[in-house]
T-cell receptor, first 116, second 114 residues
Framework: AQKVTQAQTEISVVEKEDVTLDCVYETRDTTYYLFWYKQPPSGELVFLIRRNSFDEQNEISGRYSWNFQKSTSSFNFTITASQVVDSAVYFCALSEEGTGFQKLVFGTGTRLLVSP | NAGVTQTPKFQVLKTGQSMTLQCAQDMNHEYMSWYRQDPGMGLRLIHYSVGAGITDQGEVPNGYNVSRSTTEDFPLRLLSAAPSQTSVYFC?????????????FGPGTRLTVT
């Protein structure tokens, strides 16, 4: 069965601090996809990144970076030099081949508060 | 393109009332789905559809009905609303040919059942 765990319910940082959001997943499949979404206070869901199970390369996009490690079943998300606009709830999600990629399972989310 | 649209944005129902949450997309996506978001529980899949005339249950389907008569529309029906259905509902879509691509989400409908 697929499962996504985001153990950090809420994180508070001061602007310019670096912050890492943890995501641990469980799946029996060898082919799967991982995603991160951002939900700002306005409520919409914004796609940030996807990663397939065969690509363990880390990814950097501006101040955002992602560390995918199959050995620990983790797909962590780091924001460098955080800004107030980064304040949001961040969700990690998993889609696996066993469900035909038809079901996206979300973690419970991590609320990030960045204060000036 | 408008993307994924949902109506209404807000709704208050009394227990036992029925209503339909509307979802439409103009991207010609075959796959559409409904999620509910509750505090501390993330988003959970209610129902999904891989094309017109084809629907299937997700993780929390009880109390909800769906149908898919066109590619564009995927309405979610509450036949007899219960307070436990108070939630924020999101509709999403993607192309079935791009299983590794992200789903596009609508802006959400906030439903309160009293």
């Amino acid at each position: 069965a697929q499962k996504v765990t985001q153990a950090q319910t809420e994180i508070s940082v001061v602007e310019k601090e670096d912050v890492t959001l943890d995501c641990v997943y469980e799946t029996r499949d060898t082919t799967y996809y991982l995603f991160w979404y951002k939900q700002p206070p306005s409520g919409e869901l914004v796609f940030l990144i996807r990663r397939n199970s065969f690509d363990e390369q880390n990814e950097i996009s501006g101040r955002y970076s992602w560390n995918f490690q199959k050995s620990t079943s983790s797909f962590n998300f780091t924001i460098t030099a955080s800004q107030v606009v980064d304040s949001a709830v961040y969700f990690c999600a998993l889609s696996e081949e066993g469900t035909g990629f038809q079901k996206l399972v979300f973690g419970t989310g991590t609320r990030l508060l960045v204060s000036p | 393109n408008a993307g994924v649209t949902q109506t209404p944005k807000f709704q208050v129902l009394k227990t036992g009332q029925s209503m339909t949450l509307q979802c439409a997309q103009d991207m010609n996506h075959e796959y559409m789905s409904w999620y509910r978001q509750d505090p501390g529980m993330g988003l959970r899949l209610i129902h999904y559809s891989v094309g017109a005339g084809i629907t299937d249950q997700g993780e929390v389907p009880n109390g909800y009905n769906v149908s898919r008569s066109t590619t564009e529309d995927f309405p979610l029906r509450l036949l007899s609303a219960a307070p436990s259905q108070t939630s924020v509902y999101f509709c999403a879509s993607r192309s079935t040919g791009q299983v590794n691509y992200e789903q596009y989400f609508g802006p959400g409908t906030r439903l309160t059942v009293t």
